[in-house]
């Protein structure tokens, strides 16, 4: 579930019209939303029927995602800035698919040495340890002798 934006919302619909002022509320830090956007429709809705409306006017400050990771509800990078402050541009994920053999070489090298594909570069041993046998219940001998009441 993405995060609510101002430009998102419908400013005629009550359970939209405030849904993206409750988007990182001061206090708890790391976590634009407390609660999930259900329960924030009905808050919006709420304020809406107390006859609060936005004045876009008097706005003085605006919710910026975050720039880089999921814009999912509890994704909590986002920030309250002064109106008018320039977005950071989105950071994502480059597409491989477009590197050249180079570029794919240097990119495993540096997941290597960052310990992202130890697990695949250097594989671990496991021993067997299982034992064949016939499986026991605690304080009985074999399950084939084991009474059951």
Same mark, same amino acid.
């Not at 990182?24 to 429709?41: D, E, F, H, N, V």
């Not at 597409?95 to 130890?118: A, S």
């Given at each position: 579930?993405?995060?609510?934006?101002?430009?998102?919302?419908?400013?005629?619909?009550?359970? #939209?019209?405030?849904?993206?002022?409750?988007?990182?509320?001061?206090?708890?830090?790391?976590?634009?939303?407390?609660?999930? @956007?259900?329960?924030?429709?009905?808050?919006?809705?709420?304020?809406?029927?107390?006859?609060?409306?936005?004045? @876009?006017?008097?706005?003085?400050?605006?919710?910026?995602?975050?720039?880089?990771?999921?814009?999912?509800?509890?994704?909590?990078?986002?920030?309250?800035?002064?109106?008018?402050?320039?977005?950071? @541009?989105?950071?994502?994920?480059?597409?491989?698919?477009?590197?050249?053999? #180079?570029?794919?070489?240097?990119?495993?090298?540096?997941?290597?040495?960052?310990?992202?594909?130890?697990?695949?570069?250097?594989?671990?041993?496991?021993?067997?340890?299982?034992?064949?046998?016939?499986?026991?219940?605690?304080?009985?001998?074999?399950?084939?002798?084991?009474?059951?009441?």
């Amino acid at each position: 579930m993405h995060i609510p934006l101002q430009e998102g919302c419908d400013p005629t619909n009550p359970e #939209e019209a405030f849904l993206w002022a409750l988007v990182g509320l001061p206090g708890p830090r790391g976590a634009p939303m407390l609660l999930s @956007p259900k329960i924030l429709r009905k808050w919006s809705q709420h304020l809406w029927e107390l006859g609060i409306r936005h004045e @876009p006017s008097e706005q003085k400050r605006e919710y910026h995602p975050p720039a880089r990771g999921a814009h999912h509800w509890v994704n909590g990078a986002g920030r309250w800035v002064d109106k008018g402050t320039a977005r950071a @541009p989105r950071i994502t994920a480059p597409d491989i698919t477009m590197f050249t053999p #180079e570029e794919r070489t240097h990119l495993v090298r540096q997941l290597i040495e960052h310990g992202e594909l130890k697990h695949l570069a250097t594989p671990q041993h496991q021993p067997n340890t299982a034992i064949v046998g016939r499986a026991r219940r605690e304080g009985h001998g074999h399950a084939g002798n084991a009474e059951v009441q």
